[in-house]
C-alpha cells in the first residue's frame, strides 16, 4: 500500500508527468500545433499554382470580429515560423478589393453556404486570395483550411480557383492537446471542447444538505471565457464518482437519502437521487453551474457503469437491472436514469434554454440497461437530454479460425458504426434527441500503450464512419490520457469539410509532410502496413495488462512458478472508481500463461508480427531518405511503429514460449521421455527465447528515446518506468536462459 495518499500520488505524478513530457523532443507535436509543418526550400509552383510572397499583405475589414483579428495572427505567426514568409496586416475601411496590388482578405460574411452555419469560400487568384466566411466562426475555420493547404503543400503555394466548404458535422468536440492551447484544438479542426467540470459535490453551490459542503471547493466557479474567444461550444463533464460511507454525517442528518450499497459488502453509498432532497441538491448545483457560466452549452455525465452515480450503478449483491435501494427498485432502472437526467435538463435550461444533458451510458447493457442500445432509457427522455455513444464498442468481430473479437473498449478494428451505436442513433431519431458517436483520437486497445496506432488508413476511414453514421456529431477526445497531437489526431479534419478529397491523395500528402518528399512514400506504406496487420488482431487484452501492453517489458515466465520482481508490478488508479484505497494496491502488470486458445492466437500474433515487419522494413529504408527539416517529424511518427513492431513481436513469443513450456512439463511427467519429441520442441524455445532478448535489446532505445511509451507516466495507472522493467526484463532473460532452460534440458534427459 502506498503512504501517499490518491490525491498526493496522482498530483506528485502529475508534475513530474508535465515535467517528463516538456523535456521530450516529441512534446511540440501537442505543445504548438505548428511545428508538424515547414517549408521545402526546393519547392516550386506548378503552372495553376500562386506563390504567396512577401509582396502580398492580410487584409482585414476594420469591423473584423476579435475572433477573426486572433485567428488572423495565428496565420502570420504560421507563415513566419513555419514559411518563412513575413505578412502584415492591414485593417482597411471600405471597399477591400481596391486596397492594394496583392492581398490576402479575410472576411466574416458573404462566404460559404448561407444555409450552413460555419461553413466558408476560398478563392485564389493571381493577386488575390480571398477568405470568407458564412460567419466568424466560418472564418476561423477557412483559415484552419488554408494553413492544411499551405502545410500539406509544403510552401506558400496555392491552387487557383474558388471553392466552397461545408462542414460535414455541426459539433466537432475535441481535446486540447498536451500542454498545448485552445489554439491547437481550433487547428486541429474542432469547433467545440470541455471545460471546467468535475466533482459535482465540490462545484456545488447548493446548501439543500448542509453536511454535502464540507465537499465544496473554495472559490467560485469560472466562466469558460478563453475558448469563447475561439467561437468554441463548451461543455462540462461532471462525476460524483466520491461516494459515501455509512458513517458520514450526510446519513446521519438525512437517513432515508441514502441510496445503493455499491460495489463490495464494505462498500460505500450513493445518495438515492429519486428523493426529492437529492434531486432539489443535484437541481440546484447544476442550476448554479450554469448561473456561474450561462454560456455553456451543456454538461455530460457518465451514467453507465462508472462517473455519475445512481442507485442502478454498480449495485452490490444484485442481480443486473436491479438495485438494493427499495425506493429505486420499485421505479426500475431507466425510470430512475431518465429521471435524474430530464430533472437536470430542467435545472439548466431554467438559465439557458438552449443547453443540454449529454447522458453517456458507457457500459450500461452490462451494469443495468435492459437492452444494449438503451432503448429503454431513450424513449423516456426529454428535450435538453442528448446521449452519447461509443461508435465500436460492445460489437463482436469473427476473425476466423473460432476467434470472435469482442470490443469491450475502444478500438481501430472495427470501423463503425457498430450495430449497438447504429441502434441507439435510429432511438434517438425516434425521440427526436440529439446523439454524438465517440472515438477515441489516437488509441486502440489493440496496443494501449502506443502514442498513437499509426494505423492511418484505417483513422481516415474511421473519420469518414463518424460523419456517415446519423450522429448529430462527433467527439474524438482521449477518456484516461493526453492528446498527443500524432497524425492519427489531425487526420479527421482533412475529411470533415466538403468537398471531400481522394483518401489515398490526402495520406501520400501527409505522409510527405512528415518525412520530406523521398522518404514520404515509403512511410505512407508503412501506415498500410500497420492497418493490415490490425486485420489479425485476436483480441483486446485486459486493462493495462499483459504482452500486448507493457510489449518488450513483458516477462516471458519460462518458470511459471517463479516469483517475478517487484518492478513487474504496478498501481492501477482507476481501481478507485469502487474505493480509493483500490486505485493504491499494487498488481501484477503481466501474465503468467499466455490467454485463450494459445495455438490459434499465436497464429494470429505471427501474422501481426509479419505485418509489423514489414512497416519497419519500410520506415528504415525511409530513413537515409528523410528531409533534414523533417527528422523530428518523422521520429515521433516511427517511434510507435517500431515499438508496435516489438510490442507483437513479444506477445508473438510470449504465446510461443508459453505453449512450448507447457508441453515440455507435460512431457517430462511421461515415462519414459522421448527424447526425439522432446529435443526439438526444446530447441525451438531456446530460440524463441534468445530472439526475445534480442527484440527487448532493440527495443530499448526506442523506450529511452520516447517518454510517450513511459508506463510510469500512465494517467490512470502507474508502473515503474519502461526502460528500468526493460532491464529486469532482459536480466530474468538471462536467467532463463543461464538456469531454467539447462534444468529443463537435464530433466528431459537431453
Same mark, same amino acid.
Given at each position: ?73 495565428h496565420l502570420v505567426e504560421f ?114 471542447v470541455f471545460v471546467g467540470g ?390 501484477? +502488470? #503481466?501474465?503468467?500463461? =499466455? ?5 490459434? &492466437? $499465436?497464429?494470429?500474433? *505471427?501474422?501481426?508480427? @509479419?505485418? /509489423? ?53 507435460q512431457l517430462m511427467t511421461a ?46 495507472? +502507474? #508502473?515503474?518506468?519502461? =526502460? ?5 526484463? &532482459? $536480466?530474468?532473460?538471462? *536467467?532463463?536462459?543461464? @538456469?531454467? /532452460? ?9
Open positions: 500500500m502506498s503512504a501517499e495518499t490518491l490525491q498526493q500520488l496522482t498530483a506528485r505524478l502529475a508534475r513530474e508527468t508535465q515535467e517528463a513530457y516538456r523535456a521530450s523532443p516529441f512534446s511540440n507535436l501537442s505543445r504548438y500545433y505548428f511545428s508538424r509543418f515547414s517549408r521545402d526550400s526546393q519547392a516550386v509552383p506548378e503552372a495553376d499554382e500562386v506563390a504567396i510572397d512577401g509582396d502580398w499583405q492580410i487584409v482585414l475589414p476594420e469591423d473584423a470580429s476579435p475572433l477573426t483579428r486572433r485567428m488572423a495572427d507563415l513566419e515560423g513555419r514559411m518563412d514568409l513575413l505578412l502584415e496586416i492591414r485593417i482597411c475601411v471600405g471597399a477591400l478589393e481596391n486596397k492594394g496590388a496583392r492581398l490576402l482578405i479575410l472576411e466574416e460574411r458573404d462566404g460559404g453556404d448561407p444555409e450552413i452555419p460555419e461553413s466558408f469560400t476560398i478563392a485564389v487568384t493571381p493577386d488575390r486570395t480571398h477568405v470568407r466566411g458564412r460567419d466568424p466562426q466560418g472564418l476561423r475555420d477557412g483559415i484552419v483550411h488554408l494553413v492544411d493547404r499551405i502545410g500539406l503543400r509544403q510552401a506558400p503555394f496555392l491552387k487557383v480557383g474558388e471553392q466552397v466548404y461545408r462542414p460535414r458535422l455541426p459539433v466537432r468536440l475535441g481535446a486540447v492537446p498536451f500542454q498545448g492551447e485552445y489554439r491547437d484544438l481550433v487547428f486541429l479542426g474542432y469547433n467545440s468535475g466533482d459535482l459535490y465540490a462545484l456545488s453551490r447548493s446548501d439543500a444538505i448542509p453536511a454535502l459542503r464540507e465537499r465544496r471547493s473554495p472559490g467560485p466557479v469560472q466562466p469558460a471565457v478563453e475558448p469563447r474567444q475561439y467561437g468554441l461550444k463548451t461543455f462540462a463533464f461532471l462525476n460524483t464518482r466520491q461516494k459515501f460511507p455509512l458513517d458520514h454525517p450526510v446519513f446521519r442528518d438525512h437517513p432515508d437519502i441514502r441510496g445503493a450499497l455499491t460495489w463490495s459488502a464494505d462498500g460505500e453509498y450513493v445518495l438515492c437521487t429519486e428523493h426529492p432532497l437529492v434531486r432539489r441538491y443535484m437541481m440546484e448545483s447544476v442550476e448554479g453551474l450554469f448561473r456561474a457560466d450561462p454560456e455553456l452549452d451543456g454538461i455530460v455525465l457518465i451514467i453507465g457503469g462508472e462517473g455519475f452515480y445512481h442507485c442502478f450503478m454498480r449495485p452490490y449483491g444484485v442481480e443486473k437491472g436491479h438495485t438494493n435501494c427499495p425506493r429505486c427498485e420499485q421505479l426500475g432502472a431507466e425510470t430512475v436514469v431518465a429521471n435524474l437526467l430530464n430533472s437536470l435538463a430542467e435545472a439548466a435550461h431554467r438559465v439557458n434554454p438552449h443547453a443540454q444533458v449529454v447522458a453517456w451510458p458507457y457500459s450500461a447493457e452490462h451494469v443495468w440497461s435492459a437492452d444494449r442500445a438503451q432503448r429503454g432509457l431513450i424513449e423516456k427522455l426529454r428535450p435538453g437530454a442528448a446521449i452519447f455513444t461509443e461508435i465500436e464498442k460492445d460489437e463482436y468481430i469473427d476473425k476466423g479460425d473460432g476467434v470472435e473479437k469482442h470490443l469491450w473498449d475502444y478500438s481501430i478494428d472495427l470501423i463503425g458504426p457498430g450495430e449497438r451505436a447504429s441502434e441507439q442513433v435510429e432511438a434517438c431519431r425516434q425521440a427526436d434527441i440529439p446523439i454524438y458517436m465517440k472515438s477515441e483520437p489516437e488509441l486502440g486497445f489493440e496496443a494501449a500503450r502506443l502514442p498513437h496506432i499509426p494505423c492511418m488508413d484505417r483513422w481516415a476511414d474511421r473519420a469518414a464512419a463518424l460523419v456517415s453514421c446519423g450522429a448529430d456529431g462527433a467527439w474524438v477526445f482521449p477518456a484516461f490520457r493526453p492528446l498527443y497531437g500524432t497524425s492519427a489526431a489531425e487526420i479527421n479534419k482533412l475529411f470533415w469539410w466538403t468537398p471531400v478529397p481522394p483518401m489515398e491523395d490526402v495520406l501520400q500528402r501527409l505522409a510527405a509532410r512528415i518525412a520530406g518528399a523521398q522518404a514520404g512514400p515509403r512511410l505512407r506504406r508503412a501506415w498500410a502496413c500497420v492497418s493490415s496487420a490490425i486485420e489479425y488482431s485476436p483480441e483486446l487484452p485486459p486493462y493495462y495488462t499483459g504482452p500486448t501492453y507493457t510489449g518488450p517489458a513483458h516477462p516471458m515466465c519460462a518458470d511459471p512458478e517463479a516469483e517475478l520482481p517487484a518492478v513487474f508490478h504496478g498501481l492501477y488508479l482507476f481501481r478507485a472508481e469502487a474505493q480509493d484505497a483500490e486505485g493504491l494496491k499494487s498488481h501484477p +502488470t #503481466f501474465c503468467v500463461d =499466455a490467454r485463450g486458445d494459445v495455438p490459434v &492466437l $499465436e497464429r494470429f500474433y *505471427r501474422r501481426m508480427e @509479419e505485418h /509489423l515487419h514489414q512497416a519497419v522494413e519500410q520506415v528504415d529504408a525511409a530513413v537515409p531518405l528523410v528531409a533534414e527539416r523533417c527528422r523530428r517529424t518523422f521520429a515521433a511518427e516511427v517511434s510507435s511503429i517500431r515499438w508496435f513492431y516489438h510490442t507483437i513481436r513479444t506477445t508473438a513469443n510470449f504465446y510461443t514460449s508459453c505453449r512450448l513450456r507447457d508441453q515440455l512439463r515415462e519414459p521421455l522421448d527424447a526425439v519429441e522432446v529435443r526439438p520442441l526444446y530447441e525451438q524455445w531456446r530460440q524463441t527465447l534468445l530472439d526475445e532478448r534480442a527484440n527487448a535489446r532493440a527495443a530499448l532505445p526506442v523506450a529511452r528515446e520516447d517518454v510517450r511509451l513511459d508506463f510510469y507516466y500512465g494517467s490512470d495507472h +502507474t #508502473f515503474p518506468h519502461l =526502460a528500468e522493467m526493460l532491464e529486469a526484463k &532482459l $536480466e530474468l532473460l538471462e *536467467r532463463e536462459l543461464n @538456469e531454467v /532452460l539447462p534444468e529443463t534440458a537435464r530433466r528431459c534427459g537431453l
